[in-house]
C-alpha cells in the first residue's frame, strides 16, 4: 500500500458482536477517513477524524485516531449481517487534496 | 440527490486498444480524482484535477491520460492496454479541500482487457 497497513486483513463474526479494525500510516496527516466498499462497488465515505481530534462517534461508528503511534481504529458495534462489506481507511494530508488508501479489512458478519 | 455518474460501467477491450472512461461530479464540485483498484488490492490514486488544472498525480502510466473539461466533468483515456490494466476506475469529486469532507465516489467503470 501507499500508505499504511490495516488489520486484520479479514474478520468474521456473528451478528450482535463488536468489530474493530485497524490502520496504521506513515506520513503526517490532516485528517483520517473511513470508507466501506460493498463487493466490487463504489466506495462510501462513513467518517472523517481531523489529525486535531482523538476520537469521533456515528451511529454505532467509533473512531480513535493517535497520532503519536501513526494509527487508528474503527469500531462497529451491534453489528449486523448488512455491515458485510470491505473497510478502508484514507489519509490527507496538508499539501494535497488526494487521499491515499490502506489495504482494507474484509468484514464478513453471519446471521 | 444527485451523486457522481461514470460511464461505462463496464468495458471490454482487447489488448492494445484504446478506451475511454468518463466522470461527471456532483454539481458544484470543483475537483476531481481519478483511482485504480486493481482486484483484491487498495484503490490507488492515478490522478486529480482542480478548476480543470491537473492539481496532483500520481501513479498514472504514461499510456493514460486525463482531463478536466469546461463543464467539470473528466475522462480517462486509456492507450496501448495490457492485461494489467484490468481493474476497477473511480471516479471521485469534491469541493476544494476535499480531503478535509471527504470524497463522493461513483459508482465505478470495471474494465476489462483480453
Known amino acids: 500500500s501507499q500508505q499504511g497497513e490495516e488489520d486484520p486483513q479479514a474478520l468474521s463474526i456473528q451478528e450482535g458482536e463488536n468489530a474493530t479494525m485497524n490502520c496504521s500510516y506513515k506520513?503526517?496527516?490532516?485528517?483520517l477517513q473511513w470508507y466501506r466498499q460493498n463487493s466490487g462497488r463504489g466506495l462510501v465515505h462513513l467518517i472523517l477524524i481531523r489529525s486535531n481530534e482523538r476520537e469521533k462517534h456515528s451511529g454505532r461508528l467509533r473512531v480513535t485516531l493517535d497520532t503519536s503511534k501513526k494509527s487508528s481504529s474503527l469500531l462497529i458495534t451491534a453489528s449486523r449481517a448488512a455491515d458485510t462489506a470491505s473497510y478502508f481507511c484514507a489519509t490527507g494530508s496538508y499539501n494535497t487534496d488526494k487521499l491515499i488508501f490502506g489495504t482494507g479489512t474484509r468484514l464478513q458478519v453471519f446471521p | 440527490a444527485a451523486g457522481v455518474i461514470q460511464s461505462p460501467r463496464h468495458l471490454i477491450k482487447e489488448k492494445r486498444e484504446t478506451a475511454t472512461l468518463k466522470c461527471y461530479p456532483i454539481p458544484r464540485h470543483d475537483t476531481v480524482y481519478w483511482y485504480q483498484q486493481g482486484p483484491g488490492q487498495d484503490p490507488q490514486f492515478l490522478i486529480s484535477?482542480?478548476?480543470?488544472?491537473?492539481?496532483d498525480k500520481g501513479s498514472i502510466p504514461d499510456r493514460f491520460s486525463a482531463q478536466q473539461f469546461s463543464d467539470y466533468h473528466s475522462e480517462l483515456n486509456m492507450s496501448s492496454l495490457e492485461l494489467g490494466d484490468s481493474a476497477l476506475y473511480f471516479c471521485?469529486?469534491?469541493?476544494?479541500?476535499?480531503?478535509?469532507?471527504?470524497?463522493?465516489f461513483g459508482s465505478g467503470t470495471r474494465l476489462t482487457v483480453v
Open positions: 484535477f482542480y478548476e480543470k488544472m491537473q492539481s
Open positions: 506520513t503526517s496527516i490532516n485528517n
Open positions: 471521485a469529486s469534491s469541493g476544494r479541500g476535499g480531503t478535509t469532507w471527504g470524497y463522493t
